[in-house]
């Protein structure tokens, strides 16, 4: 494995869980996470000039149980990132990633309770560029 999956982010960025749980990607999901740095968040962080903060990244399937994940999450497969950027609120940095030149297959605004963050994916190959938000248990469409 490389030393680093992006230019501005770690391995222990991107697969750090407090479950205790073992959360090492394997080679194939590896790859994906280098896809992910590449297309998009270290063009971001580029793009924002200020440190990108991760709160989720990849996600082996019992992590994912474990947190209450989504059966189909692409954290699972190393595709999406949750992220956070001091001093700006989560529909800024949305606006950013939309307004940078980066690509991405889902672009989603979420808030639980107190927490609120971005969730950000890509795919190798055709990305949608869905845009949503998830607030109260439930997703909507998000026209920023």
Request: charged share 20%; hydrophobic share 40%; with cysteine.
């Amino acid at each position: 494995m490389i030393d680093r999956p992006g230019r501005f982010f770690s391995w222990a960025e991107l697969s750090t869980t407090g479950t205790g749980l073992p959360n090492d990607p394997p080679p194939d999901v590896a790859a994906r996470l280098v896809a992910l740095c590449a297309a998009v968040l270290d063009p971001l962080r580029e793009h924002l000039g200020r440190p990108v903060r991760i709160s989720s990244g990849y996600r082996s399937p019992a992590v994912n149980t474990k947190i209450g994940g989504s059966k189909t999450s692409q954290h699972m497969v190393g595709e999406a990132a949750d992220l956070s950027v001091a001093g700006l609120s989560i529909e800024e940095v949305g606006r950013a990633i939309i307004a940078s030149a980066v690509t991405w297959d889902q672009l989603i605004v979420e808030r639980s309770g107190a927490s609120e963050w971005v969730h950000v994916s890509y795919k190798i190959g055709a990305n949608r560029r869905q845009t949503l938000r998830y607030q109260n248990g439930a997703y909507t469409k998000w026209n920023p």
